[in-house]
């Protein structure tokens, strides 16, 4: 099992040893060639406009958009959900609100429930999703907005389960890996 983290910007890093911790391999992905032979991909939080200038500078854009439609497992986070959405590399048919929780004075925990089992969740300048394609499942919401959904390969979360020590959802990426095994991914050059 080999999980890519974008480590352009975030908290790469922490996703990276939480994955190390659940039995993976771990590259952080960079450039283009970092996607090759990946079973999988988290998008970690960070600063969505940030992580859109790293992407633009190092050509990742359409390589991760061939990657995500591979249906190799995607995981987004915070920022990550905002990357995945309409507006930004188009795969998850959803539309995000950039900070929609308020500012960072503003953040909070809450325990969710996610397929039955409950999640901790830190949310920092959290977006949350204005609209839903009708392929996009709701897993969780907070006050009626979406927090948590997938459609497909692509799980997304408008929170930082990697800074609450929370492991169930990287879980569920790795089983989704796992069972989507490796096969031939489109080359992201």
């Known amino acids: 099992m080999l999980a890519g983290v974008l480590a352009l910007q975030g908290d790469f890093e922490a996703h990276g040893k939480m994955l190390r911790d659940l039995d993976a391999d771990v590259r952080e992905v960079r450039v283009p060639a970092d996607l090759e032979g990946l079973d999988g991909l988290i998008i970690p939080g960070g600063e969505s406009t940030t ?7 190092e050509g990742l854009a359409e390589p991760l958009r061939a990657f995500a439609r591979s249906g190799a497992p995607v995981f987004g986070t915070c920022a990550g959900m905002i990357m995945l959405d309409r507006n930004h590399l188009g795969v998850l048919d ?3 609100r950039r900070n929609a929780f308020g500012r960072q004075i503003r953040s909070f925990e809450a325990n969710l429930q996610i397929e039955g089992k ?9 977006p949350w999703v204005d609209v839903c394609g009708e392929d996009v499942e709701v897993l969780a919401a907070v006050d009626g907005h979406p927090v ?3 459609q497909g390969n692509l799980l997304a979360v408008s929170f930082h389960p990697e800074l609450a020590g929370e492991t169930r959802l990287h879980e569920l990426f790795l089983t989704s890996a796992r069972s989507a095994g490796t096969r031939s991914r489109p080359s992201p050059s």
Do not use: D, K, N, Q
Request: aromatic share 4%; proline share 5%; with cysteine.
């Open 118 to 126: 409950p999640v901790r969740a830190v949310f920092i300048r959290a």
């Open 94 to 96: 959803v539309e995000c």
């Open 148 to 150: 948590a959904v997938r």
């Open 51 to 57: 992580m859109t200038l790293g992407i633009e500078r």
